[in-house]
């Protein structure tokens, strides 16, 4: 299970990182935007996506647009805030699977994860 | 989850990343009151709240809930500026800028493992008079907890069994629905007519593709079919034969009304699955191009609700039709899915990030003074190879070892440079700083002052850095201050209103210019000699011999201050000494010009490098020394007929200018035989120049700078001493130093 954190911020990469290992996902790439993350897509080909929103260069957004514009199917969960959450309808239209909303715990991205790969599978 | 559960490490990342932050949002917000409402102001807008909000976002992982709390009061704030519904005033300003204090705070006081003290509540209450609400925006956790209302659910409909973050978003979702179903309608109309029928297409695949994303997300399996099939129409419309047309068109109206019904329905958080395949089979049919049997097509009136009930799908009657949802798209809609269109560029551009890993400075410290030693100890191989060729050895041993020891020189000098690079930093990381300091100070002091930096791109060592920030602050601050006149006493002066300080910053040579310049008041010597003698710096006759430069250096001494009164600001008499200690510490100087009610400048020199630098080795006297190799622009055979003496100093005429001569025999006090034939080394620093008259050239050669205490090299030509590749140790001439007294030469006779 090949997964890629997209954040911009270094901190918040760690803490996903922290509990992804926990949850047993170890093969993690990492992507500080949205144009770092179109760059490694190919080559790292994942299995799932946490995606931030709001990230300098390129967002979240536009980055999950451009994503499924490649025919990328790999299921993409959303990482934002409580601010952003009214916007989330425009992600679901450019194609997430998923979203979170920060701060979450383990359990909540577990579930999150979970509920993805699972839907993902019945499709 | 809260700090304690977290790797240490991680807080430490929190802690730097937010710190880079909280700069750049100080450049961001002074920045941001300067520019005109427009691209400029959104995205600095953009990239402020960015800032803010990922520190909140990191802060909320790490349990920093009072932290949290003022960043979203902050961020509220940010947020309403953002959608332009509050102005940037300078008021407004004070507010975030103060924020961004309070903020800066918090983080130390994490950093040094203390208790976060609470923002002050005068300050929330400012910046909840922003947002326009008193009390604090209350988290809304019982969302999830909201019951749904029991329904009854019919035939065809299922309880929608979802995630609490999904049915979070229901209400947004129905919206959206609503919005594509009126301009579904929209969309048939288009597709009605010949020359809009490509718009249509395109349209149509849009609205299809969100609303079977939307689907897909909220589980409505039937509902993303219909989209599914939206999209197969969309592909073939343009190509779609007029005479099957209205059977599309139709058909896509159907559609409609069955996204409509599951809007509906959605309300009430329930699904609905229809009996699909007879519809999705016809609706393939004819937009393929091919018509269907005539007992199907002449039956619906081309009315949508009756294809539905003719394929299968529902039962008659139904209520709804496709001239209903007409009424749904009232303008506001219309407008509403306008804004969301208009609202859908790429909001984050910003500049590019940087690709870097943090080192811990003394990483660097120890590699530098390790590639130091390497250095030294390559210049004593480099010795050797002269010594191996004056012994007799095989000449493949002699060519070999020469060889592995200009390798070996070569690497040296690489690790070396890569090595001071690292250490290099843009003096950006202060300059950026200032603008908020002058920005303070004009707002508390009445004065428009304007401050231009340019050169900020420009490398310096880290040491030289840390040494230059305070210096640069008390200068600014004084200029100013004391420098920049009130905006009345600026016009009464025939000036503009709004003063200017320049801060620029250059490579000259080996050395680093920073020119603070203002276009003040001036310093106004007699005030500055009164105070000299009031202090007993000077007497009164020696004051009448002093050039305006030296009576302006006096700001420079300890407790001398001439602000009338002492501000919050400046004016305590201990920051110039500052700046002057700390520039020598680096070996810098420091120039003053002045011109009354004109304007103040001063001028710092620093030496770009601190530890390693080539060098020419010079021999005077019995001894050898060492010229910055970056100071030195000729080396020259003085002829007697090229030197005079002007006014009692030796100087020398070369090619069309003529340059002040230093003996460096005389200077550094040095005995012995004197050679008949001396070389003059010139040196520059910034326009400076001078020669310095040396006996014998030695060569070139990397040397180590090792600092010499302070009782050494005060007022004395040394800037440090270095180790020669003999073990020997040879002092370094202070280039700065010497040129100062080839300008002044009654004192260097002194």
């Not at chain 2, 979070?168 to 288009?190: A, H, R």
């Not at chain 2, 798209?329 to 407008?335: E, F, G, V």
């Not at chain 2, 603070?516 to 003698?533: C, P, Q, S, T």
Request: aromatic content about 4%.
């Amino acid at each position: 299970m090949k997964v890629l954190l997209v954040d911009d911020s270094k901190t918040m990469r760690n803490i996903q990182k922290g509990i992804l290992t926990q949850l047993g996902y170890t093969d993690i790439e990492e992507a500080c935007d949205g144009l770092d993350a179109l760059s490694k897509v190919g080559a790292f080909q994942p299995d799932l996506l946490l995606v931030d929103w709001n990230m300098p260069n390129m967002d979240g957004l536009t980055f999950v647009k451009q994503f499924r514009a490649k025919g990328s199917k790999a299921p993409i969960i959303m990482v934002t805030t409580e601010a952003e959450k009214s916007r989330v309808v425009e992600a679901i239209k450019a194609g997430v699977n998923n979203y979170v909303v920060k701060p979450f715990t383990p359990d909540s991205l577990s579930q999150r994860i979970k509920e993805t790969l699972d839907r993902t599978a019945a499709a | 989850m809260g700090a304690q559960d977290m790797d240490p490490s991680l807080l430490q990342d929190f802690l730097t990343e937010s710190s880079e932050l909280i700069e750049k949002l100080d450049v961001d917000l002074v920045t941001l009151e300067s520019v005109a409402e427009g691209d400029e102001q959104k995205e600095l807008l953009n990239s402020i709240f960015r800032a803010l909000h990922t520190i909140k976002g990191a802060a909320s992982f790490l349990g920093l809930t009072t932290l949290i709390t003022f960043a979203h009061a902050a961020e509220d704030a940010l947020n309403r500026m953002r959608k332009g519904e509050i102005e940037v005033t300078s008021e407004v300003m004070d507010v975030l800028l103060r924020s961004v204090d309070v903020l800066r705070s918090m983080l130390e006081e994490i950093n040094a493992s203390e208790e976060i003290t609470p923002a002050p509540d005068d300050l929330l209450g400012q910046l909840h008079a922003l947002v326009g609400n008193d009390a604090p925006a209350k988290p809304d956790t019982e969302k999830q907890t909201q019951a749904q209302p029991e329904v009854k659910l019919e035939e065809g409909q299922t309880k929608l069994e979802l995630p609490p973050q999904k049915v979070d978003l229901l209400d947004f979702m129905v919206s959206d629905l609503e919005e594509v179903v009126g301009q579904l309608t929209q969309c048939i109309e288009q597709a009605r007519v010949t020359a809009t029928r490509q718009d249509a297409a395109q349209h149509l695949a849009e609205l299809a593709e969100n609303t079977y994303k939307t689907g897909y997300f909220f589980e409505l399996d039937d509902m993303s079919k219909v989209a599914k099939a939206l999209e197969a129409v969309a592909d073939h419309l343009a190509d779609v034969p007029d005479d099957v047309l209205g059977e599309v068109l139709v058909r896509v109206a159907a559609a409609q009304t069955l996204i409509k019904q599951q809007t509906e329905a959605l309300c009430k958080s329930i699904a609905l699955s229809w009996p699909l395949d007879t519809f999705l089979q016809r609706l393939e049919q004819v937009t393929t191009g091919n018509p269907l049997d005539k007992d199907v097509t002449g039956k619906h009136n081309n009315d949508a609700a009756q294809v539905l009930v003719l394929d299968g799908v529902l039962k008659a009657p139904v209520a709804s039709s496709t001239e209903g949802s007409n009424e749904s798209t009232t303008p506001a809609d219309q407008a509403r899915a306008a804004a969301k269109k208009g609202g859908d560029a790429p909001t984050a551009r910003g500049s590019v990030g940087e690709q870097t890993i943090r080192v811990e400075v003394h990483r660097l410290e120890s590699l530098l003074n390790l590639v130091g030693r390497l250095v030294l100890n390559k210049n004593r191989v480099l010795g050797m190879t002269r010594k191996v060729r004056e012994h007799d050895l095989p000449y493949e041993v002699e060519e070999q070892f020469a060889a592995a020891a200009s390798d070996l020189d070569q690497l040296t000098g690489e690790l070396q440079l890569g090595v001071m690079r690292t250490r290099m930093q843009p003096l950006a990381k202060l300059f950026d700083r200032y603008p908020r300091v002058i920005r303070d100070i004009a707002r508390m002091t009445d004065k428009k002052i304007d401050l231009e930096i340019a050169g900020k791109e420009t490398e310096v060592d880290k040491s030289v850095l840390e040494v230059l920030a305070d210096p640069l602050v008390h200068i600014l601050r004084n200029s100013a201050d004391h420098g920049v006149e009130t905006p009345d006493i600026r016009t009464a002066a025939g000036k503009p209103e709004t003063g200017t300080i320049r801060l620029t910053a250059e490579h000259q040579g080996s050395h680093v210019r920073v020119e603070i310049a203002d276009n003040g008041k001036g310093l106004h010597r007699e005030m500055l000699g009164k105070k000299a003698v009031e202090r007993g710096l000077v007497t009164p006759e020696q004051l009448a011999m002093l050039s305006d430069e030296e009576v302006f250096r006096f700001i420079f001494a300890p407790g001398f201050s001439t602000a009338e009164k002492v501000s919050d600001l400046s004016g305590r008499g201990v920051g110039m000494d500052v700046v002057r200690t700390n520039i020598a510490k680096i070996n810098g100087a420091i120039n003053i010009s002045s011109a009354k009610g004109k304007g103040t400048t001063i001028e710092i020199l620093i030496p770009l490098t601190v530890a390693i630098m080539p060098a020419m080795m010079v021999g005077v006297g019995r001894h050898l020394y060492a010229i910055p190799l970056t100071s030195i622009t000729e080396i020259v055979r003085p002829e007697q007929n090229m030197v005079y003496t002007v006014s009692g100093q030796p100087v020398m005429r070369l090619r069309d200018t003529v340059l002040p001569l230093l003996n460096m025999r005389r200077i550094l006090q040095e005995s012995g035989d004197e050679p008949k034939n001396k070389f003059a080394v010139m040196i520059a620093v910034g326009q400076q120049r001078a020669g310095l008259v040396v006996d014998r050239l030695i060569g070139q050669q990397e040397v180590v700078i090792k600092p010499l205490d302070d009782r050494y090299t005060q007022g004395g030509p040394f800037s440090g001493a270095t180790i020669r590749e003999d073990g020997d140790v040879s002092l370094i001439l202070d280039v700065i130093q010497l040129i100062r007294q080839a300008q002044t030469p009654e004192r260097a006779a002194a």
